[in-house]
């Protein structure tokens, strides 16, 4: 029993990083209708940006953590406003969009492994909050239950700022259609570069993360891109909530389908997911 | 003479690809990203029979043909479902997969080690294991290539293919099937990427999972995409220009551990400048 106590551990906490990342890529991809590649470069661009600061600089790692989320929110705004926003004011295709955003993806993935070169690394010179607790027989260390923490806080807030202020208001309606959004007088083009910026800080975050609990190279980025994805289609692409469900369907089928076949068919497992849903759900498994 | 040779056989190898790839992308309108797969099972294929069974060249070529399209069959059925960007997203998800199994299929593949000793062309007695006899044998293979895809976008079938492309809706109502058009394009592609696998891992007479990436069909995609989509003899300029590129950075003096790296930030950046600037590449009849 305690093996499936264990699995279910790792799938919860699987299934938070993937929240962090479906969520934000929902979210831009509610708002410009795209399939945004480069949001799967974050994760790494987040991890290297603490690695460079808190490992070779020597920079406290909590100011590092929050300059690495802030950056890659900032990288996320910027891509958004010199390369999406003028291809959407020429009414380009999705596909060139995201021809585009493949592009990014590869450019920004390969800076990095020049920069620090493509081997494993650690984020930090010293193991961090890796004492371990033991909850109902599966033994889970401090950072996993910060993963998971995380994702709650970021769900619930998330959630709160799109239902409750004035901000989420305007990125719903945006969602539901940009030209009338438009219409009515909201500033569409700052409000998709905000929803960029708050998509692309989460993905920073989910790979901060990551480095802390494993270890970052700089091609992490596209199997948690396609895990995203899948958790975002599997979810429904339109909220955030379908988001969460969708990373959780996504991290159980993955981490049981792990255990009874082997560890390096993860990816396979969690594509094969993919591909039915696209064949048999395309629209996700919560109606809206 | 021999680095002329070289780049020669490399030319033809990747405008083989391109030239395959475009019937797909360019003139059906189908942006897919699992061409690296069908380049890898055919370069696999054609590894195991040569060093395993010790078969004719030709044959093993042939056999590697079959089975690659079977595999096509069975990809292209479920990919013709969908359109658009989830046409996209399936294809990079079936690529992932089937780097997934070169990597940890061990028995047969040899995951990460790969397979080395792979001979050299041997037909009819005469051997091709000098570099001119090898390049004259890929620039052939290149000339049939040339000469068959030309065959095709030329005949009604072509012109259903474009049809397409411009509207399948209206196509259909036409009484064609554009699901088995798709599917058989889909397949005749693949079958060409089978030979340049073939080709390749004679040539380098080694072949292990990391050329077969995402980010080789991500290569092939710049191929077309600079020489223009639905241009064959675009494809031909793109392949030797991006061919020529690295050799060219090369010659500035950027040292060879990180020449790979360059490879993809120069044709990441390649393809979001094209997607800015110029989304129809250089000779493109049609732009995403």
């Given amino acids: ?288 | 003479m021999e680095y002329f040779l070289h780049l020669i056989t490399l030319f033809a190898i990747y405008a083989i690809l391109g030239l395959s790839l475009n019937l797909v992308v360019g003139y059906t309108g189908l942006l897919s990203a699992t061409h690296a797969a069908f380049y890898g099972i055919g370069a696999y294929a054609t590894a195991l029979l040569l060093t395993v069974s010790g078969l004719n060249f030709f044959f093993a070529v042939f056999l590697g043909i079959i089975l690659t399209s079977l595999i096509a069959l069975s990809i292209g059925s479920v990919l013709s479902k969908f359109r658009d960007d989830y046409y996209a997203l399936g294809s990079i998800g079936f690529c992932i997969i089937t780097f997934s199994i070169f990597l940890n299929w061990q028995d047969l593949t040899r995951g990460p080690l790969g397979i080395s000793g792979i001979p050299r062309p041997d037909i009819f007695g005469l051997s091709f294991s000098s570099s001119i006899l090898f390049a004259l044998l890929a620039l052939i293979a290149l000339g049939v290539t040339f000469l068959a895809c030309r065959g095709i976008v030329r005949s009604s079938f072509g012109r259903v293919l474009k049809a397409i492309r411009e509207d399948e809706g209206a196509i259909q109502v036409f009484g064609y099937r554009t699901h088995t058009y798709k599917l058989l394009v889909f397949v005749i592609s693949a079958a060409m990427a089978s030979v340049a696998g073939s080709l390749f891992a004679t040539y380098v007479t080694y072949i292990d999972p990391s050329t077969f990436t995402i980010l080789e069909s991500v290569f092939i995609l710049a191929i077309i995409i600079l020489g223009g989509l639905a241009n064959l003899r675009g494809s031909l300029i793109g392949a030797l220009i991006l061919i020529l590129i690295p050799e060219l950075l090369r010659f500035a003096g950027f040292p060879a551990e990180i020449a790979g790296q360059t490879r993809e930030l120069v044709y990441g950046l390649m393809l979001l400048v094209l997607m800015l600037r110029r989304p129809q590449g250089l000779l493109g009849e049609y732009k995403l």
């Fill in chain 1, 1 to 288: 029993m305690d093996v499936v106590f264990q699995i279910v551990a790792n799938s919860i906490i699987a299934g938070s990083l993937y929240t962090l990342i479906a969520s934000g890529f929902t979210l831009t991809y509610s708002t410009t209708k795209f399939f945004n590649i480069t949001h799967g470069v974050m994760t790494a661009v987040g991890a290297y940006t603490v690695f460079f600061l808190g490992k070779i600089l020597g920079m406290p790692l909590l100011l590092a953590i929050i300059v690495g989320v802030l950056f890659a929110g900032l990288l996320g705004w910027v891509l958004n406003y010199f390369i999406y926003q003028p291809l959407r004011k020429k009414n380009a295709s999705q596909l060139s969009l995201l021809v585009a955003s493949l592009g990014a993806f590869t450019a920004i993935q390969a800076c990095i492994s020049l920069a620090f070169s493509s081997q494993f690394q650690t984020i930090s010179h010293t193991a961090v909050m890796q004492k371990t607790f033991s909850i109902v027989g599966a033994s889970v260390t401090q950072i996993q239950l910060i993963i998971v923490a995380s994702a709650l806080i970021s769900f619930v807030s998330l959630t709160f700022f799109l239902k409750k202020t004035r901000f989420g208001t305007a990125i719903r309606a945006v969602s539901d259609d940009e030209e009338v959004a438009k219409v009515i007088g909201i500033n569409t083009d700052k409000v998709i570069g905000i929803a960029f910026f708050i998509a692309s800080a989460l993905a920073g975050l989910a790979g901060i993360l990551i480095g802390f609990d494993s270890a970052i190279e700089p091609t992490m980025g596209l199997a948690l891109l396609m895990k995203g994805v899948t958790a975002s289609i599997v979810g429904g692409l339109t909220s955030i909530f379908g988001a969460v469900v969708g990373s959780f369907l996504v991290s159980f089928v993955e981490n049981f389908g792990i255990f009874y076949t082997a560890g390096e068919w993860r990816d396979a497992i969690v594509f094969t997911l993919l591909i039915i849903f696209l064949m048999f759900r395309p629209n996700g498994i919560i109606r809206t």
